[in-house]
């Protein structure tokens, strides 16, 4: 006989029968005056737990535990908040639960601490209960796996970028149950732009680490702010050729650095006419923004001259030579060689329009409808024969090709 396996207990310990029955105690002790089913019961029960409930978790999350039947010492009490169960174990008269993150709740009959889970019990991954006792099985810690990606990221207003482990992170893990693990960075920065090494370490709960490399590459994608533009300008042509202009270069601010060109550039000559000059601000990336203004050249003249007034009252008679005439004046005065071309139109104007017809010089025009220079009165000038017109009120149009 065997007396001291199971030491005896009060019989509230461990769930004696409601009647008060001393149950347990009397059956380990074999007293021939209790009936011996009690015996069997609990070998009975003892089976089974070890059959049911030893088993490891096969659930990856967990779930709720529900219990029922005899319930003295409060084993089927589950408690409120337990979930994420992902295994369960009962002993004689109390209960125990493994969560999903490996840590292990008991509860019911305590009289020997079976349900005094250690404090710093973690990373469990199967529990048993006895009678009294309860075990926990750990398995050896593993080191989590790092794993790290290169990334790309955007400088800011100081050119620089910080990184995240986070974001080097690529999906690094544990491979025990229940264990977790923490990211960290040797270095977040800030980085300027270029390529940086960083290295990842997973550290996990027991301490355990491991790490990986990445390349941070900071690039400037920020393009510049520029201007504004210089206004509009128009300046007086100084010879056939046009004339110089010049202007503010446009102001332009960048989150690393910045250069700014105008084409044409100032101090250009620019043609008679319009020409838009295109001024863009560049960073060290190549990122750009441009903004625009025009420059025109034009000449500086007198209007039309007499005989013809130039509000438009004179009358000619049709058929003979009418002398058109204008100068230069101001910058543009000492320009001998200006094209000028006279062209005409009858009004009112119609619909469609009337033809506008090159202007007939009766005597000494260059060519075709060009004005000739007159050296001795500086003037530009042009016979204007109107035989073959008919009457009625012209329009005169002199083009100096400046606009
Ligand atoms: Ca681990
Ligand atoms: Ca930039």
Known sequence: MKTNVIPAQPASAFGAPPSGDPGLVNAELRTASRPRYPALKFALLSLLAALCFAAPRAHASGGTVIGWGYNRSGQVNIPADLSDVTAIAAGYSHSLALKSDGTVVGWGDNSWGQVNIPADLSGVTAIAAGGYHSLALKLP?????????????????????????????????????????????????????????????????????????????????????????????????????????????????????????????????????????????????????????????VYSWSGVLQPINADGSSVFKLGTTV?????????????????????????????????????????????????????????????????????????????????
């Not at 050119?159 to 977040?188: E, H, R």
Request: hydrophobic residues 35%; glycine residues 10%.
């Open 323 to 403: 002398q058109v005439k204008f100068q230069l004046t101001g910058a543009s005065a000492g320009i001998a060689n200006a094209v000028a071309k006279l062209s005409y139109t009858k009004l009112p104007i119609s619909i469609p329009p009337s033809p506008v017809n090159e202007a007939t010089s009766t005597a000494a025009a260059t060519s075709g409808n060009l004005f000739r220079y007159d050296a001795k009165t500086k003037q530009y000038v042009f016979n204007w024969g109107t035989k073959g017109l008919t009457a009625g009120l012209y329009q005169l149009k002199i083009d100096l090709g400046d606009g």
């Open 141 to 297: 810690n593993r080191a989590p796996v790092a794993r790290c990606k290169n990334v790309t990221v955007s400088s800011g207003a100081d050119c620089a970028a910080t990184v995240t482990p986070a974001q080097v992170n690529d999906g690094s893990s544990d491979p025990d149950t229940g264990d977790a693990i923490n990211l960290s960075l040797d270095t977040t920065g800030p980085f300027g732009l270029g390529f940086h090494t960083v290295t990842l370490t997973a550290t996990d709960l027991q301490g355990e680490s491991s790490s990986c490399t990445a390349t941070v590459t900071v690039v400037d994608d920020t393009p510049p702010v520029l201007g504004p533009c210089p206004a509009n300008q128009t300046v007086t042509a100084s010879s056939t050729a046009g004339a110089v202009a010049t202007f503010a270069t446009p102001g332009a601010t960048d989150n690393c650095s910045v250069s700014v060109n105008c084409a044409p550039a100032s101090g250009s000559t620019f043609p008679l006419g319009t020409t838009t000059v295109i001024g863009t601000a560049t960073d060290g990336s190549g990122n750009s923004a441009q903004c625009s203004f025009n420059v025109n050249v």
